[in-house]
């Protein structure tokens, strides 16, 4: 049977996605000619930001020591988390080589990348965790210079506990400035930074349209739209909790839907009436972005059997997939298109947020089809290697040259030609010796 919408998402007007990247190319061109003046004049112009870009050591320590105890131990536990997930990620990404014939040898080798660019957004909250995600995960992966830039909140600049994350994460530099000059400043090398090989982190469409524009030349995690959840839950699940969970992620913005598929209706109906009430509940402005979050795109939808769900679920390929359902093991064995998966009530997606260890950077907008989130693999690069001796020389030589003039590619085969011809003519030397 088809599936059955209970609630479904109306959507929103038709977003300004061609001005958003009008605005962006401006800026950019603008920056890429005028540098660091022209990036001090937006950080002005849209942030009200007057004051020295780069955060000096004595502002960190300043920063630190208003921070209490207690936070620094949170922050310190989370930090923990994080890395040694990313270390252990690193620990998988391996040099090897093989003998693929006799004296034919191949490899490969993980080279870390030279300079990243972290941003770490700000505005309505202070993204603590995105500051831990970014820059610890490219310090694991052995960067050797990160730069971290975030907006000023106000005119008190970056706030004290983000400048704590940033500093103990690993960040070589900090740099109060975001938006598109932000992001520009990374690219271009401003400020003292070196330019970035890949640059990293959320942020709003501004941000996110400045990386897909620059992107080429210099690499990024992935292309980010608004954050998104979904919840399978089955005849065990709480409504309570479920219904908790969604609005923890609809909270995120205006613009971020949340889903719930569940083979149980009264679970539904009960969700359904629950949220309004919890969204009342947020102080401002939480509720209002949850509000509209849930107004414009919530969706429930009444499916008959688990693998209907799972198919559900793989259709969506939702950023943060969360299964609150029996048989944990079946839905992580069946389940394919996510960015991150949670299993069992225990596990709230705000965890993965926060810090449980995994990486909260994860692609949105149906991308986790075929990527996956942010880890140290996106700050190494595998090459390859290989090396050739007499043994193996004569028929790869005389294989290229059939395969290339098969291609019609006549230089390529004679390349290898004169390679056949001296290993024939050392085989015949050898051969008389």
Request: glycine fraction near 8%; proline fraction near 6%; aromatic fraction near 6%.
């Amino acid at each position: 049977m088809p599936i059955t919408h209970l609630k479904t998402a109306p959507g929103q007007p038709p977003h300004t996605a061609s001005d958003i990247a009008d605005a962006v190319q401006a800026m950019l061109t603008s920056l890429k000619t005028g540098g660091a003046q022209v990036a001090l004049e937006y950080a002005r112009q849209l942030d009200g930001w007057t004051k020295e870009v780069n955060v000096t050591q004595p502002e960190i320590d300043a920063a630190v020591a208003r921070v209490p105890q207690e936070m620094k131990n949170d922050i310190a536990w989370a930090h923990d988390n994080i890395s040694r997930f990313a270390a252990a990620q690193r620990a998988t990404a391996q040099d090897m080589q093989i003998e693929l014939r006799p004296g034919l040898i191949a490899g490969q080798k993980q080279i870390p990348l030279a300079a990243a660019g972290c941003y770490v957004p700000g505005g309505r909250y202070t993204h603590i965790a995105s500051a831990l995600m970014s820059i610890a995960t490219a310090r694991e992966a052995g960067v050797k210079d990160i730069t971290a830039v975030s907006p000023p909140n106000g005119d008190k600049g970056i706030p004290d506990e983000m400048l704590y994350a940033m500093h103990l994460a690993g960040a070589t530099r900090i740099l109060c400035i975001g938006g598109v000059q932000g992001v520009a400043a990374m690219t271009l090398g401003l400020f003292g930074a070196p330019p970035a090989d890949i640059l990293v982190g959320p942020g709003n469409a501004y941000v996110a349209e400045a990386k897909r524009q620059l992107f080429g030349p210099i690499g990024i995690d992935m292309f980010a739209g608004p954050t998104d959840s979904l919840v399978l839950a089955d005849e065990t699940a709480d409504p309570e909790v479920v219904a908790i969970d969604l609005v923890s992620q609809a909270e995120h913005g205006a613009n971020s839907p949340v889903w719930l598929a569940t083979t149980h209706k009264p679970l539904a109906d009960q969700v359904i009436a629950r949220i309004p009430a919890l969204i009342a509940d947020l102080p401002e402005p939480n509720r209002s972005a949850a509000e509209q979050a849930w107004a414009d795109l919530g969706e429930v939808v009444l499916c008959d059997s688990a693998e209907e769900m799972a198919q559900y679920a793989d259709d969506m390929a939702a950023e943060h997939l969360h299964v609150q359902a029996a048989d944990l093991d079946w839905w992580r064995n069946r389940l394919q298109a996510y960015g991150s998966l949670f299993l069992g009530e225990n596990t709230t997606v705000s965890f993965g947020d926060k810090a449980a260890g995994p990486n909260h950077v994860l692609p949105t907008s149906g991308a986790a089809r075929y990527t996956g989130g942010l880890s140290v693999h996106k700050f190494l690069k595998t090459v390859t290697w290989q090396e050739v001796d007499e043994r193996s020389l004569p028929d790869l030589a005389r294989v290229t040259a059939s395969i290339s003039r098969a291609e019609r590619m006549e230089g390529h085969a004679r390349a290898a030609d004169v390679r056949y011809e001296k290993a024939m003519q050392d085989l015949k030397v050898t051969a008389s010796n």
